[in-house]
């Protein structure tokens, strides 16, 4: 059987992150000061980011260098295999060549590390003692901890609280690597304590959580905020993975007829996706096909409006313009956690407002049939934010068969499910519920959506 | 920084593995027919294994292929990278020079599939239709799930009960392979009834579910059976982990002073050390040490008589000579359930005896200490049951700062601990228990001792 895997070696690791603003033929919405209305400068963001980052988050450059003290942690890990899915595609029996990206072999077992260790760096060299942030299946605050670990930083984990109880190892794993992790809402922050002093059982959010996150980050001097997701800077990060996998696929001499990944803020796909975008934008590759997979659920893109709103609850952080289903929005409890976020990317949005990708909301059950369908070819288990991602590309792979095209499809397997365990259980033994749209909610949140 | 990783191609995977039987400078004792006390024969153990096993048990070829197929599903993950561990180094500010061979990355999370996936192949061709097998923390159990899957048969866990109820992940990723899983002792077996019947509390042991394995395996006609340790075949497919770290220190330019690994049944160390035991017993490296690490609660190498015994509880299987608790005796409760078996690999032990390798014995909060020191340092949260080899590690490190030495020392790093957790979060908290040797339980089952 020919090669499973496209290695690369440590030298052939990037040196610098893909900065698509460089390269958008239209603007980007600003970003706008709920106080003033006015667009935010670098100074509204300096209590919560380093200014590093701040540059970052706003800079047209098309390639920004990676410090050489990040490009070392990467290697503990990095590059990462592609992996061509033989055996899944004979499996499906499908003409289709399928490719993974295999982020799970980071130690945090996701691609969340490749932008918490840059965060955890620019945090370090700007002097700043202690991070704080959110998370929810734990995905990145396990990422944040890891980061802050080996650079020296105090790590302060907000995490949904309804996550903390149901998944005891995620916060084991956290505090392994020696990070301080609290259930939130959690009585360590103003809001966080109003929120128990209402309903002492709140079950918490995403959106709760950035801002404890955030409250705990302006309240301490020596203390910076970090997000895992969302923004320009994150993105900037994951792009990483993107670029090696362009060099992964010229070794393999082929080229993605259409890539695949799941979004919740939307970092770990638009960081396989954004180096293919600038050929696609460029006219390069007219018929590339970028599919996010997103919750029924949680279904920003396909079913919110493209609007500004807050990217936390309790409404600290600047207006943001996207696809959003309201900042005050809970969604139901699928397993997916890291997909419960009401907002999504500037950047996705702005991209999918322009039609350059397209989007699928996707039911749990038929995604963890497709996830079934993977572990059982290929053998890893994937995480249930990521099986999204094999659904979509299943179908696709199945529509290939039908159709007799052998189309090249490569999607971002960001993470494993060894933490998950219990949505596969709750799916093999038929307890696993699909919510549908849940319409009224959503009515209700977008009524709430900030006046620009 | 330099190069952390050293990775091989897919075409670099050994193409045999490495059979120490060829080269040992003594006989080996012969097994033992408990019921006549002669040696046994290839038809004795037919009942349970498939003759292409049965014949690696007792072949002295020096190198025997790896069929095709087995290479093909090696392909998913192997080879397997070697690590430097430079941060490690740093940390413990040593001389010495620590690589480790990370077997973390393959779809069970250990080294356990080279020979489940060999296993499998070899019962597949010879008709059979369905495995069964035991498994205590649940390394070898998914392993051997994986195994099946990808070859189509049906496999059936024994899974001690304590650890069943403890680590319910483990059982649903087997499930996810497709495997059927069962707490022993189990109503599906009358030796489980019977123990059932005295007490339907039983927590269960290692000893006992491979009992229960065995007897299912007999009693049906298209099922045999498959250990994950001890017997020489096993060691034999994992000697491929120990061949491609002889290629991957060469391209380092370094050879081993020191080698390390846990041993429960022995198959992960023996198959790093086998291929460098090669090269000390033929004179070439007679200043090489090999370093057996194995828990104060379960001393099986360090405290136990070199005796003829039991590999299971029910008195099934034949009489191997071996380094032995005695087959009654239920080791306490420690987090590394993969080390809590009465016996060890009868390879290991005959070494042992000739003085060819050493061992030591240790305390669970030391090796947990050494764990979160190499995970804050390298990242991977390792299985408790690696952490005993991360504990040697260390020592040994510590004591090349003291004497300036720097030693190449390298160790099999045979699992993550993602699905152990549990462990760590005692360890951190303050709530681990050190056993110490157990002497008047083992002397009681030292006792049982079958008489040859």
Same mark, same amino acid.
């Given at each position: 059987?020919?090669?499973?895997?496209?290695? $690369?070696?440590?030298?052939?690791?990037?040196?610098?992150?893909?900065?698509?603003?460089?390269?958008?033929?239209?603007?980007?919405?600003?970003?706008?000061?709920?106080?003033?209305?006015?667009?935010?400068?670098?100074?509204?963001?300096?209590?919560?980011?380093?200014?590093?980052?701040?540059?970052?988050?706003?800079?047209?450059?098309? !390639?920004?260098d990676?410090? +050489?003290?990040?490009?070392?942690?990467?290697?503990?890990?990095?590059p990462?295999?592609l !992996?061509?899915?033989?055996?899944?595609?004979?499996?499906?029996?499908?003409?289709?060549?399928i490719? !993974?990206?295999?982020?799970?072999?980071?130690?945090?077992?996701s691609?969340?590390?490749?932008?918490?260790?840059?965060q955890a760096?620019?945090?370090?060299?700007?002097?700043?003692?202690?991070?704080?942030?959110e998370?929810?299946?734990?995905?990145?605050?396990?990422? &944040?901890?890891?980061?802050?670990?080996?650079?020296?930083? *105090?790590?302060?984990?907000?995490?949904?609280?309804?996550?903390?109880?149901?998944?005891? #190892?995620?916060?084991?794993?956290?505090?392994?690597?020696?990070?301080?992790?609290?259930?939130?809402?959690?009585?360590?922050? +103003?809001?966080g304590?109003?929120?128990?002093a209402?309903?002492?059982?709140?079950?918490?959010?995403?959106?709760?959580?950035?801002?404890?996150?955030?409250?705990?980050?302006?309240?301490?001097?020596?203390? =910076?905020?970090? $997000?895992?997701?969302?923004l320009?800077?994150?993105?900037?990060?994951?792009?990483?993975?993107?670029? *090696?996998?362009?060099?992964?696929?010229?070794?393999?001499?082929? #080229?993605?007829?259409?890539?695949?990944?799941?979004?919740?803020?939307g970092?770990?796909?638009?960081?396989?996706? $954004?180096?293919?975008? /600038?050929?696609? &934008?460029? @006219? =390069?590759?007219?018929?590339?096909?970028?599919?996010?997979?997103?919750?029924e659920?949680?279904?920003?893109?396909?079913?919110?409006?493209y609007? !500004?709103?807050?990217?936390?609850?309790?409404?600290?952080?600047?207006? &943001?313009?996207? #696809?959003?289903?309201?900042?005050?929005?809970?969604?139901?409890?699928?397993?997916?956690?890291?997909?419960?976020?009401h907002?999504?990317?500037?950047?996705?949005?702005?991209? #999918?407002?322009?039609?350059?990708?397209?989007?699928?909301?996707?039911?749990q059950?038929?995604?963890f049939?497709?996830?079934v369908?993977?572990?059982?070819?290929?053998?890893?288990?994937?995480?249930?934010?990521?099986?999204?991602?094999?659904?979509?590309?299943?179908?696709?792979?199945?529509?290939?068969?039908?159709?007799?095209?052998?189309?090249?499809?490569?999607?971002?397997?960001?993470?494993?499910g060894?933490?998950?365990? @219990?949505?596969?259980?709750?799916?093999?033994?038929?307890? $696993?519920?699909?919510?549908?749209?849940?319409?009224? /909610?959503?009515k209700?949140a977008?009524?709430?959506?900030?006046?620009?």
């Amino acid at each position: 059987m020919a090669e499973n895997k496209i290695m $690369l070696g440590e030298d052939q690791i990037p040196t610098q992150w893909y900065n698509i603003l460089a390269d958008l033929p239209f603007s980007m919405p600003p970003v706008i000061h709920p106080g003033t209305g006015q667009p935010i400068g670098p100074e509204d963001l300096a209590p919560i980011f380093p200014m590093a980052l701040i540059k970052q988050e706003v800079s047209t450059e098309r !390639y920004i260098d990676i410090p +050489e003290e990040v490009q070392d942690v990467y290697k503990l890990w990095r590059p990462t295999p592609l !992996y061509r899915a033989r055996r899944w595609e004979k499996a499906l029996d499908t003409p289709a060549r399928i490719y !993974y990206k295999w982020e799970g072999v980071s130690p945090p077992g996701s691609h969340k590390p490749n932008t918490a260790v840059a965060q955890a760096y620019y945090n370090k060299q700007e002097g700043v003692k202690r991070l704080t942030t959110e998370t929810g299946a734990g995905q990145w605050g396990s990422a &944040l901890a890891f980061g802050c670990n080996l650079f020296g930083l *105090e790590c302060k984990v907000y995490m949904v609280r309804v996550s903390y109880h149901q998944k005891p #190892y995620r916060r084991v794993l956290m505090e392994t690597w020696g990070a301080t992790v609290v259930p939130s809402p959690s009585e360590d922050t +103003e809001f966080g304590r109003k929120l128990l002093a209402e309903d002492p059982d709140a079950p918490g959010s995403l959106g709760i959580a950035i801002s404890e996150a955030v409250e705990d980050a302006v309240s301490h001097d020596d203390t =910076k905020y970090s $997000l895992g997701s969302v923004l320009n800077h994150v993105l900037l990060h994951q792009t990483i993975t993107g670029q *090696e996998t362009k060099k992964q696929l010229e070794i393999a001499g082929d #080229y993605p007829d259409i890539l695949v990944g799941c979004i919740g803020g939307g970092s770990n796909f638009a960081g396989l996706f $954004l180096p293919f975008a /600038k050929d696609k &934008l460029e @006219g =390069k590759t007219p018929s590339l096909r970028i599919i996010c997979a997103e919750p029924e659920a949680c279904p920003s893109l396909t079913r919110g409006p493209y609007a !500004y709103d807050f990217g936390d609850t309790a409404m600290m952080t600047p207006l &943001l313009k996207m #696809y959003t289903l309201g900042h005050t929005f809970v969604p139901p409890p699928i397993h997916s956690g890291g997909l419960r976020y009401h907002g999504m990317a500037p950047i996705i949005c702005a991209l #999918y407002h322009h039609k350059t990708i397209e989007a699928v909301a996707l039911h749990q059950n038929a995604v963890f049939e497709a996830a079934v369908s993977f572990a059982r070819a290929e053998g890893f288990v994937v995480a249930p934010e990521t099986a999204h991602a094999v659904k979509v590309v299943m179908d696709e792979a199945l529509k290939c068969k039908e159709s007799g095209e052998a189309k090249v499809i490569v999607f971002n397997n960001s993470g494993h499910g060894h933490f998950d365990l @219990g949505a596969y259980d709750a799916y093999l033994s038929g307890e $696993l519920k699909d919510y549908k749209y849940p319409e009224e /909610k959503i009515k209700e949140a977008l009524k709430e959506l900030p006046k620009v």
